[in-house]
């Protein structure tokens, strides 16, 4: 069983910087995409960042320049970095990758991690 399990979620600034993590862990033979969407009360899921296996990136209009999605294949683990962040940010991230298993290839998600800016 395939799991994703989020860390890095916290209270800071606005202005701060946070560094959100997700492993993977279970039984898989190959991670493609890995990425992060959040949620904020109220509204829709969406994405906040994006990366293939082969190095390329996706970042949603809104973090362009503030947040680095970052990737250690070896370790299985996505990254998330954070800087001036803003009020607007706040909202419960999820990590989420397409992985193949056994049997399929299929996108899991995390539980996701809180994130709050404020003053």
């Known amino acids: 069983q395939v799991q994703l399990l989020e860390s890095g979620g916290d209270l800071v600034q606005p202005g701060g910087s946070l560094r959100l993590s997700c492993v993977v862990s279970g039984s898989f033979f190959r991670i493609f995409s890995m990425g992060w969407y959040r949620q904020a009360p109220g509204k829709q899921r969406e994405l906040v960042a994006d990366?293939?296996?082969?190095?390329?990136?996706t970042y949603a209009d809104f973090v362009k320049g503030r947040f680095t999605i970052s990737r250690d294949d070896a370790e299985n683990t996505v990254y998330l970095q954070m800087n001036d962040l803003k009020p607007e940010d706040t909202a419960v991230y999820y990590c989420t990758g397409h992985i193949t298993t056994e049997r399929t290839t299929d996108r899991y998600w995390g539980r996701g991690t809180q994130v709050t800016v404020s003053s």
């Open positions: 990366r293939e296996r082969g190095g390329s990136t």
